[in-house]
């Protein structure tokens, strides 16, 4: 790619076409709902012949490749609105390089800034041309890494519904979404001198700011030349460093080493904030208002399921996640929704009915919030499954179509107190 390319792209393209997808996507989902209201159950229920079971196994065919298709198509749609983002970034980048340097009375030749003949200040130019210089050639390669991620991530997505199922669907729009979250990374100035960085972020919108410092915390934050000011801001002030916390979710999103319960979602997001620096609560494990482990906890010796050596050795606010969210609400926590979710909150699933032993509002999976991408998509990382960097919007899942529950996300940005 070359200057004049990047200057006079048109990004707004892009997001054309994954606002065309979305609403694609959103009608696959709502079709797969309509579906899932009236359910199969009730043809079974009235419609007990031979053909009757042939119906149901179609809407249930039926009913998987719109899932597919609607899983594919988000993972799309943030692919192609991470392109639109990563190329204003790097647009954004270049042009402030560009007219930092002609104040400076330096001329722009084909890609380069260079020091005109007869400039009052030679040395001092010629500085100025090499950190305006290399801003704009970061810029150039961060558009170039960013489109080629995206591509990546797209030829993921291309894969046959009627030979592929939901799993296959959401494993390649989790590797899409990872290729994508590697674009945004991309314009990033790593490597590059402090002064260098500085006039990168300077040159950003304040918009622009707060979309990298949610979707990309970890490496803004180990960047040299970030104002302490936004490193600051991105550990937050809730009792633990949610950089840290949102490092260690990645680092050991697939290591089963910590694992230490048949269900390990909330012990994973336990372990998660400690290793981020929140302190214990309470001197016993059977506190009734404490969060902590004993000394024991760090021998693998608990057997699965509830019993009296895992209460004796871990809370039970560290290990279930009803009890968790509630302790953490009770001690500081604040419900901020998904619209306020940000790297190193906690997300919770709650049951919408009664199910079993669980009563609906109680929560039966947590994770770590991981990022928070331009258009909104919300990464998290788990354990029980494993993995890092799900997206959440097409994690939370349909009604079972032969008449299960739907489960919601419920986002807390967690200060619980010591």
Same mark, same amino acid.
């Given at each position: 790619m070359e200057l004049h390319q990047l200057r006079y792209a048109n990004p707004g393209s892009w997001q054309a076409a994954a606002d065309d997808l979305l609403a694609a996507a959103k009608d696959c989902e709502e079709a797969v709902a309509e579906i899932h209201a009236n359910g199969s159950r009730r043809l079974e229920e009235s419609w007990t012949d031979y053909l009757g079971e042939l119906v149901r196994e179609r809407i249930s065919d039926v009913t998987g490749k719109l899932e597919e298709i609607g899983v594919l198509l988000r993972g799309a749609v943030t692919a192609l609105d991470t392109l639109e983002d990563a190329a204003r970034i790097a647009q954004a980048q270049a042009g402030s390089a560009i007219a930092a340097g002609t104040v400076a009375g330096l001329d722009?030749?084909?890609?380069?800034?260079?020091?005109? /003949?007869?400039?009052?200040? %030679?040395?001092?130019?010629?500085? &100025?041309?090499?950190?305006?210089?290399?801003? $704009? #050639? !970061? @810029? $150039? !390669?961060?558009? !170039?890494?960013?489109?080629?991620?995206?591509?990546? @991530? *797209?030829?993921? =997505? +291309?894969i046959n519904v009627d030979t592929s199922s939901l799993d296959d669907a959401l494993r390649q729009q989790s590797a899409a979404v990872a290729d994508a979250l &590697?674009? $945004?990374?991309?314009?990033?100035?790593?490597?590059?001198?402090?002064?260098?960085?500085? @006039?990168?972020?300077?040159?950003?919108?304040?918009?622009?700011?707060?979309? =990298?410092?949610? /979707?990309?915390?970890?490496?803004?934050?180990? =960047? +040299?030349? $970030? %104002? !302490?000011?936004?490193?600051?801001? *991105?550990?937050?002030? +809730?009792?633990? +460093?949610?950089?840290?916390?949102?490092?260690?979710?990645r680092d050991y999103a697939n290591d089963t080493s910590i694992d230490k319960f048949q269900n390990n979602c909330a012990n994973f997001v336990s372990t998660t904030l400690a290793s981020a620096g929140l302190d214990y609560k309470g001197t016993l494990t059977t506190d009734s208002d404490g969060w902590n482990r004993s000394r024991a906890a760090g021998i693998n010796f608990d057997p699965p399921g509830p019993g009296s050596l895992q209460g004796l050795s871990h809370s039970d606010t560290w290990f279930n996640a009803e009890k968790q969210k509630n302790f953490f609400l009770n001690n500081g926590a604040q419900e901020v929704g998904t619209a306020g979710a940000k790297p190193g909150d906690l997300v919770y699933w709650e049951h919408t009915q009664n199910v079993g032993d669980y009563k609906a509002g109680e929560a039966h999976r947590t994770a770590v919030v991981t990022a928070? *991408? %331009?258009?909104? &998509?919300?990464?998290?990382?788990?354990?029980?499954?494993?993995? #890092?960097?799900f997206s959440l919007t097409d994690r939370i899942g349909f009604s079972n179509q032969d008449g299960g529950h739907r489960t919601s996300g419920s986002l807390g940005r967690r200060r619980p107190g010591s």
């Open positions: 722009l030749e084909g890609d380069v800034l260079v020091v005109p /003949a007869g400039h009052h200040d %030679p040395e001092t130019a010629a500085d &100025d041309c090499r950190r305006y210089n290399a801003l $704009i #050639k !970061d @810029a $150039i !390669d961060a558009a !170039d890494r960013a489109d080629q991620e995206v591509a990546g @991530a *797209l030829r993921k =997505l +291309n &590697d674009a $945004i990374r991309e314009t990033l100035p790593q490597g590059q001198p402090a002064d260098v960085v500085k @006039a990168w972020w300077d040159s950003l919108a304040v918009d622009r700011r707060k979309q =990298l410092m949610l /979707a990309v915390p970890v490496e803004l934050h180990d =960047l +040299n030349g $970030i %104002p !302490d000011s936004v490193k600051k801001e *991105l550990e937050g002030s +809730n009792g633990y +460093n949610a950089v840290k916390a949102v490092q260690f979710a928070v *991408l %331009p258009n909104g &998509d919300i990464l998290y990382s788990q354990h029980t499954t494993n993995g #890092k960097d």
